[in-house]
Every structure is written in structure tokens, then in C-alpha cells.
């Protein structure tokens, strides 16, 4: 069996509780699958810049360039509220993200059957809900220059950021939607604001003609942004795929995660094109929750979103399905059993720790697996 090289992340807050259930899953599959995992472990965000002053050294972003897939936690907490803005905590995912050049993140938000009742929404508007955000990732207003506070010298000052999209950025997105709609139910929804920005006008031009020329056969429909927003809350099950802008993406995805019951529960992945060569592609997985400060150290953290990165990590970056099935398959399984973290508990079920929830993932799957 090849090696199949990581680079584990864990970062600040709950990151490192949640990651070390991914390492105890590993260590099992290697043990018992011989899968072959290698794993070197780096600092990024808080933990990063207390050690160096930076929120990821460069020698860590050579192994993260270097790995085969980069596994994150999560970055942040107020311990860093006053450091700097350029080596504040999430610039290390940020840099990440546009030196590993991960333009296509893929968020899929499924309210697993025994999570129907945790939603805020009515359980019959999320039951069996299965939708996939992918976010444009590299470009739009997070990395659009200028991007800069000036001083007006009459006691006033001007902040300005850049919202940019390049055709050849709009089209690659484009084509990762309507690649993975192809195996689901063929629909994609693109979402801008062309009505306020010409972003939103070439945004919109460009996926319709991506669309016309290479994925007539599926169905493609645009909505504003807004509207798009309040829809996810109306009726989300009339989604199949979003594409949208990296903005956009940030706050639809937590509106859409929030349905399935707790951002605890949802992974991502983050996607580079894929090498002409050898046609692998960089790729970083992180859940979609942030730190939780509030609540690190003290076991309460749900793993489940970590656990479910690396589901998508084995079959995004190692071709290794029926894993990433069963893995999933798994998790679905323990929340049938009633197993709960705190963020997912409500009456009648029973509250695990952090650790607790890993074990019972893992034996699950070792169940599923043997
Ligand atoms: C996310 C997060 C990040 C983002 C932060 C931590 C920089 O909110 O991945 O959704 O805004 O992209
Ligand atoms: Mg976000």
C-alpha cells in the first residue's frame, strides 16, 4: 500500500479535542486496514503565533504544500483579539487556502434522520435534507486589493475592500458545481447580487454560458443572494447544489449548517485543481464550527464534523469510497443509538463527551469494517 501522506492542523480551541478523534481513528485503520496513513502534525493560528509570532511558519506550509491532504481544526479565540490583523489567528487559514490555491470548497449540509428534532427549523422542512454549497474559495472580497484603512487626515478615516472575480475564476467554480450535481440530482443553484455589483452581472453571465456550453443536460437556476438566504430557511430541500461567491459562501453555509441541527456536526473540504500530471489535487479538510473557546478543554466538543472532514478526505483526496461510506454510515448509526453531545442533546438521549463520541464512531465503524 502507498503512503498516503497528512498534515494534521488541530489550531486553537476545540481543534485539538476534535483532531485527536481523528488520530485515534487513523492509528485503528492503520492498525487494522493497513491503510497506511502517515501523519506529521504543525501549528497554525493562536497556537502558531505564540510559539513564533506567526499564524503558520513557512516550514509548515511546506509540509501542508507537501502533504497529500492537510487535515485542519480550527483557528481563533479571544486570547488573540489584540494581536495584529496580518498574524491574527485566521490569517493562517487564509494563507493556506490561497498558497495551496483551494478555490473550490465543498460544503454539504445533510440533516441526518435522528437530528430532525434538534433543528430550530419544524423537522418536516429538514428531514432528509441533503444539499452541497460549494464556496468560491481564492478570490472576492477576502483577498481583493486594495484592502486597506487610509487616514482622510480630517479625523476621519476610509476602509476599503475589493470585491474581484476573474472570468477563469468564475468558470472553474462553475465547473465544479455542475460536476458533483452530475451525481446527485443534477441541479445547481448559482447566487450573486447582480441587481448591486457587477461581480454579481459577470458572475451570473459567466455560469450561464459555462452552463449552456458544457452541462445543458442539467438544470441550472439563479437566485440573489438575499433571496437565497431566506429560501434556505423557507424550504431548503428545493436545493441540490449552490454556487456561490466566497463571501456569500461564508454566510449561506452557516445558515445552511444551522438547519441540520449544530455546526458541530458538518465537514468541508477545500479543493485545488487537480495536477495535469499525476491528477491529484491539493486538498485541506476542516469542519465548518470554529473554535468554540467557550468550550475547549472541558470535553463537551462535538468530533463528529472532524470525524465526517476525514470521511470526505478519504474519498475526496484517496479515492477510498467504501471507507468514507461506512465511516459515515457510522456516525449516522451512533446518532440512532441516541448518542448525544452537548450541542446535539435534547430529552431522552444520552450525553457523551468528546471522547466518548470518537470511541463510539470508531467502533461502529470497526463493526461496519470487519
Ligand atoms: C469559514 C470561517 C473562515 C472564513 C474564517 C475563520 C476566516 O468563517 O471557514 O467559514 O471566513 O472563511
Ligand atoms: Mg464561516
Not at 498558497?99 to 423537522?123: G, H, K, Q, T, W
Not at 459515515?328 to 463520541?357: C, F, H, P, Q
Request: with cysteine; glycine share 10%; hydrophobic share 45%.
Amino acid at each position: 500500500m502507498a503512503s498516503r501522506k497528512l498534515f494534521l492542523l488541530p489550531g486553537d480551541g476545540i481543534g485539538p479535542e476534535a483532531m485527536a478523534e481523528v488520530r485515534k481513528l487513523i492509528s485503528w485503520m492503520n492498525d487494522n486496514l493497513s491503510t497506511g496513513f502517515e501523519t506529521s502534525e504543525g501549528l497554525v493560528g493562536g497556537a502558531a503565533y505564540d510559539d513564533h509570532g506567526q499564524a503558520i511558519s513557512d516550514a509548515d506550509m511546506e509540509q501542508a504544500m507537501s502533504a497529500d491532504a492537510v487535515l485542519f481544526g480550527a483557528v481563533g479565540g479571544p486570547k488573540w483579539d489584540d494581536v495584529s490583523y496580518d498574524v491574527r489567528p485566521e490569517a493562517g487559514l487564509l494563507r493556506l487556502r490561497k498558497d495551496m490555491e483551494l478555490f473550490a470548497n465543498l460544503r454539504p449540509a445533510i440533516c441526518y434522520p435522528a437530528l430532525a428534532n434538534s433543528s430550530s427549523l419544524r423537522p418536516e422542512v429538514v428531514e432528509g435534507l441533503d444539499i452541497l454549497i460549494i464556496r468560491e474559495l481564492t478570490g472576492g472580497v477576502y483577498f481583493g486589493e486594495p484592502k486597506e484603512i487610509t487616514d482622510l487626515g480630517n479625523g476621519q478615516k476610509r476602509a476599503v475592500d475589493t470585491q474581484v472575480y476573474d472570468t477563469f475564476e468564475i468558470e472553474r467554480i462553475t465547473r465544479v458545481a455542475f460536476d458533483l450535481a452530475k451525481t446527485r440530482k443534477g441541479k445547481v443553484t448559482s447566487m450573486e447580487k447582480r441587481n448591486v455589483m457587477v461581480s454579481g452581472v459577470l458572475w451570473n453571465e459567466v455560469v450561464t454560458k459555462v452552463h449552456g456550453e458544457e452541462y445543458a443536460d442539467l438544470e441550472l437556476e439563479h437566485m440573489l443572494a438575499d433571496a437565497g438566504g431566506m429560501q434556505l430557511v423557507r424550504w431548503p430541500k428545493q436545493f441540490d447544489v449552490i454556487v456561490t461567491d466566497n463571501l456569500f459562501g461564508d454566510m449561506l453555509s452557516d445558515v445552511a449548517a444551522m438547519l441540520t441541527g449544530s455546526l458541530g456536526m458538518l465537514p468541508s473540504a477545500s479543493l485545488g485543481a487537480p495536477d495535469p500530471i499525476t491528477g491529484a489535487r491539493k486538498a485541506l479538510y476542516e469542519p465548518v464550527h470554529g473554535s468554540a473557546p467557550d468550550i475547549a478543554g472541558t470535553g463537551a466538543a462535538n468530533p463528529i464534523a472532524m470525524i465526517a472532514s476525514f470521511a470526505m478526505c478519504m474519498r475526496y483526496s484517496f479515492d477510498m469510497i467504501d471507507a468514507a461510506d461506512r465511516l459515515e454510515k457510522a456516525i449516522s448509526n451512533v446518532l440512532e443509538k441516541g448518542l448525544r453531545t452537548a450541542d446535539i442533546m435534547s430529552d431522552g438521549m444520552t450525553k457523551v463527551s468528546t471522547s466518548e463520541m470518537g470511541d463510539a464512531v470508531i467502533a461502529e465503524f470497526e463493526g461496519l469494517s470487519l
